[in-house]
């Protein structure tokens, strides 16, 4: 079968490709017993980047402690009632942004009963365990930054756009049956499995159920391969890369692929030509931009909002686990508020002169290679949905394409032309509004 897809020839910006290099993961242990102020997480193993630049603005004030089972299991883990999060699972985010394995003392850490349940889809795309939809009056689904979901080859790989119907035969079939060429060998194909959001929001995007890919489980076994976190996909697709670069496929959130791309051993993402679309779009106007403006304005497919959902008292603020009791320290509400305050950029607690300011969030997320909600110019209400014209209440586009994560100062024309430090210095009608050093239409 032909590849039915064309690279679309838009750019936005010019620029060479960044390489960077996110928090390490640590391989030490701590005793998570002597942690202060705990918030415990659990969910999504994407997110990972995000929650390390969050541990750092932090810094001392909260304790992240994290587990990444898969999206849909971390919601469970707060939607189903009982359900907990077993302890080996979990680390510390450091004031660092390292990840140290709890411990208990000398002993293992136990189950946890989690605060916040972290996902890049919404509760109700879950497919296994299942979420009440809606979600109960005694949770809410609370709205972080945007990551772009991304189907990814070797660095190395001559491939560079694949379209939703070659996606959906390469995952769908895994080179048996029907093939796309390269992607005709099953095991060069990885996959996520049916909680993890990314292959839930991809499969969204291609058309194909996430629990109608096929894996190495049951009568598939031997088809394709499920990588169990973003961690294990990267060393597979890299691994791959050494003998059969152009048969490797996967996917991933661009906070994992950004840093590894144009790298030594690196990772590479495709443009994506959605159903009905013409031709393929990076997420990015480049292949190494990452300005992910393909996103924010409505033409890159694969993206969502981060979910983090949690217990709320009566008047809708989050609270902690109602087990919260029995974990090893107790977590606190004022802290799980804390937590939702920064990564929901709500206005009453998270200012231009707060401790951590709005601007030190929002180059947080952009540090991690998310986009912050401030920068979009398009919004939708579900899954994949149909995306409509945004205007954020406090515009931060041409801040986030200033900084090296977001653009790298390749900025958009307008922005070159308005910097500011006052409202007063914003003389063109349709930018009235200075933010963070540039003129915004809001």
């Not at 003998?243 to 051993?265: E, F, W």
Request: proline share 7%; hydrophobic share 40%; glycine share 10%.
């Amino acid at each position: 079968m032909k590849k039915m897809f064309n690279t679309c020839r838009f750019a936005f910006l010019a620029g060479g490709a960044v390489l960077v290099t996110a928090p390490v993961a640590s391989a030490a242990t701590v005793d998570c017993t002597s942690l202060t102020h705990p918030v415990y997480i659990a969910g999504a193993s994407e997110v990972k980047p995000y929650l390390q630049q969050l541990a750092i603005l932090l810094g001392s004030s909260v304790s992240l402690i994290y587990s990444a089972p898969s999206a849909c299991v971390g919601l469970g883990d707060v939607a189903i009632t009982g359900q907990t999060e077993p302890g080996s699972g979990f680390s510390y985010l450091t004031t660092a942004g390292a990840l140290e394995t709890c411990t208990a003392g000398a002993n293992p850490y136990p189950a946890i009963n989690v605060d916040i349940g972290v996902s890049g889809v919404y509760p109700s795309t879950c497919i296994t365990p299942q979420i009440p939809s809606p979600l109960p009056a005694s949770l809410f689904d609370f709205l972080g930054p945007v990551q772009p979901e991304e189907i990814v080859v070797p660095w190395s790989s001559s491939e560079s756009s694949i379209s939703a119907d070659a996606a959906y035969i390469v995952f769908g079939y895994a080179g048996q049956a029907f093939m796309v060429s390269p992607w005709s060998a099953s095991t060069d194909i990885w996959t996520r499995g049916v909680t993890s959001g990314a292959q839930l929001i991809v499969g969204d995007a291609i058309g194909l159920r996430a629990d109608k890919w096929l894996s190495k489980l049951g009568a598939d076994a031997g088809a394709s391969q499920i990588a169990t976190s973003t961690t294990e996909m990267v060393t597979d697709i890299t691994g791959s890369a050494a003998t059969s670069p152009n048969a490797t496929i996967g996917i991933l959130g661009s906070g994992t692929v950004d840093p590894l791309k144009n790298a030594t051993g690196g990772l590479k993402p495709l443009a994506f030509q959605g159903i009905g679309q013409d031709c393929g779009y990076y997420a990015d106007s480049t292949l190494n931009a990452f300005d992910k403006i393909n996103v924010r304005q409505g033409r890159y497919e694969i993206w969502g909002r981060e979910h983090f959902v949690t217990n709320v008292d009566g008047a809708g603020n989050p609270v902690a686990s109602p087990g919260a009791a029995s974990n090893p320290v107790p977590s606190a509400d004022a802290d799980v508020q804390t937590v939702i305050a920064l990564i929901t950029h709500n206005p009453s607690v998270v200012t231009l002169t707060s401790t951590p300011s709005l601007q030190s969030v929002i180059q947080a997320e952009t540090s991690a290679f998310f986009v912050p909600e401030c920068a979009m110019q398009v919004a939708r209400t579900s899954e994949i949905g149909s995306e409509t014209s945004y205007q954020p209440s406090v515009g931060c586009g041409c801040f986030y394409e200033s900084q090296p994560h977001g653009g790298a100062g390749n900025l958009s024309a307008y922005c070159n032309t308005t910097l500011c430090t006052s409202n007063t210095d914003c003389t063109v009608p349709a930018y009235p509004h200075c933010n963070f050093g540039y003129c915004e239409a809001q």
